[in-house]
């Protein structure tokens, strides 16, 4: 059996000193505002697996209101939704994630990004891909007030799952 999963996330962004996307810390004049350490990427990436799992979602799981959650490393968060995804039975096939973000350009990041959830979810790199689209000067993204990333995943099982 197959699942598909999709996650999404955006986050304000503020001047400061640098971003967290996909465990890196990529160098920038911004960073993005939230409870955790605010990476996008896994946020989408962990609402991906989850979702594709019947597994709830990453508020759910770390709800914003729980001050254990404030800072927290969204590399633990991930860890712990994967760890939550094999116990319950499934193996993650591939994902796809996209980045939206004006600045910075993330192809000088990319393979260090793949590497990094690739070995996070022990997977193989070629199991993880990543994109990225500016928003054109336009909107939030554009007008770089927010960084968003979406993520597809596909999981499978061999489990046998009642129908009833």
Request: charged share 25%.
């Amino acid at each position: 059996m197959y699942r598909i999963g999709i996650g999404h996330d955006t986050h304000r962004l503020e001047p400061g000193n640098g971003l967290w996307l996909g465990g890196v810390k990529i160098p920038h004049s911004q960073s993005a505002v939230g409870h955790s350490d605010a990476d996008v990427l896994l946020h989408a990436i962990t609402d991906a697996i989850l979702g594709a799992a019947a597994l709830g979602d990453i508020g759910e799981l770390f709800p914003d209101d729980d001050p254990e959650n404030k800072d927290r490393s969204s590399s633990s968060m991930l860890a712990i939704a994967r760890d939550h995804v094999r116990n319950a039975s499934w193996t993650i096939v591939n994902m796809d994630c996209i980045i939206f973000a004006q600045k910075p350009k993330i192809l000088p990041h990319r393979e260090v990004i793949r590497k990094h959830i690739s070995e996070l979810m022990a997977l193989d790199i070629d199991q993880v891909w990543l994109k990225a689209k500016t928003g054109e000067a336009v909107g939030p993204i554009g007008e770089e007030q927010a960084i968003a990333a979406e993520c597809i995943v596909l999981l499978e099982t061999q489990a046998a799952f009642n129908k009833t």
